[in-house]
């Protein structure tokens, strides 16, 4: 099991941009499919992005498609969540997971599936 720390959150006016960085301890972190959670105040956690991994295969949820870009480099043992164009609904708690199942195409992480979460960084976006 790997232990994940996330870094990077903060605040952000609308139509700002913020990177999320998480680092994982452990050498197997190069095996695990990685991916981006949130959950925002009386909300249930939801999944935002997914990463094989070899960093090839990448899946966002609908709501960032074309602003978040997730990315791995795990010769640092590190998964990034780059935001742009942010706006007062990605207001959230972000996650960093790992899940040992290989990535499925066309398919997000489930919750239920994810073998070691993050503690969390807050993201909050100003309007």
């Known amino acids: 099991q790997v232990q994940l720390v996330e870094s990077g959150g903060g605040l952000v006016q609308a139509g700002g941009s913020l990177r999320l960085s998480c680092a994982a301890s452990?050498?197997?972190?190069?095996?695990?499919?990685m991916g981006w959670f949130r959950q925002a105040p009386g909300k249930e956690r939801e999944f935002v992005a997914a990463?094989?991994?070899?960093?090839?295969?990448?899946y966002y949820t609908d709501s960032v498609k074309g602003r978040f870009t997730i990315s791995r480099d795990n010769a640092k043992n590190t998964v990034y969540l780059q935001m742009k164009r942010l706006k007062p609904e990605d207001t959230a708690v972000y996650y960093c997971?790992?899940?040992?199942?290989?990535?499925?195409?066309?398919?997000?992480?489930?919750?239920?599936?994810?073998?070691?979460w993050g503690q969390g960084t807050q993201v909050t976006v100003s309007s």
């Open positions: 997971a790992a899940d040992t199942a290989p990535f499925t195409t066309g398919q997000p992480m489930g919750a239920p599936d994810v073998d070691s």
């Open positions: 452990g050498r197997t972190f190069s095996s695990y499919t």
């Open positions: 990463i094989s991994w070899s960093g090839g295969r990448t």
